[in-house]
């Protein structure tokens, strides 16, 4: 996979390559998720080609639903294959385009009937709402989760650190 003539890049120019942050990057990197294959002299983060593989997978991943902890358990197993990740990413893609494309036949449908001034029935008011329903529900089936996943990590903050709670703070104040 060659993205540049460089073999590799520092952080910022990395976070710029992939649209994500440095403090993500950095993150990433201290919770042992993904770590930059070379340091420089200097001490800086060196990232290569190879990374953005790694990168690549991490995101698919978080895309599929899982938090960070289970995309860390998942690409440390043994008989783990990319090839597989993007396979079921691809798979997923797809059935969201189909739903999608669905719902937009249906909606252009509907602008049809009401365009012509045809009667636009019950039923298809139905079935409009129903595929709307499901399209919203997964989205907010993704959000709930990440949302629970958010709140879950804030419980077990506050379960190890009562004091640091208590004050608003981190002891690195």
């Known amino acids: 996979m060659i993205i540049s003539k460089e ?22 990197d201290q919770i042992g998720l993904y770590s930059p294959s070379d340091y420089s002299k ?27 902890e289970e995309v860390k358990s998942v690409l440390d197993k043994e008989d783990y294959n990319p ?22 036949k249906e ?3 509907i602008s049809s009937l009401l365009q012509k001034n045809k009667t636009v029935t019950v039923e298809d008011f139905t079935k409009l709402l ?8 997964s989205y907010f089936i993704g959000r709930q989760k990440n949302v629970e996943r958010h709140l879950d990590r804030l419980g077990n903050f506050l379960v190890r650190y009562p004091n640091d709670a ?7 104040e």
Do not use: C, P
């Not at 129903?130 to 529900?137: I, P, T, V």
């Open 130 to 137: 129903g595929m709307m329903k499901k399209s919203h529900q």
């Open 107 to 109: 909606l252009q449908n």
């Open 166 to 172: 208590e004050k608003g703070g981190t002891n690195n």
């Open 42 to 68: 200097g001490g800086y983060r060196l990232f290569n080609e190879s990374d953005l593989l790694r990168l690549q997978q991490i995101l698919a991943l978080k895309e599929l639903g899982l938090s960070l």
């Open 7 to 28: 073999n590799n890049w520092k952080v910022g120019e990395f976070a710029k390559l992939t649209g994500l942050t440095i403090r993500t990057l950095r993150y990433y």
């Open 83 to 104: 090839e597989e990740v993007i396979s079921l990413q691809i798979s997923r893609l797809k059935e969201n385009i189909s739903k999608q494309q669905k719902l937009l």
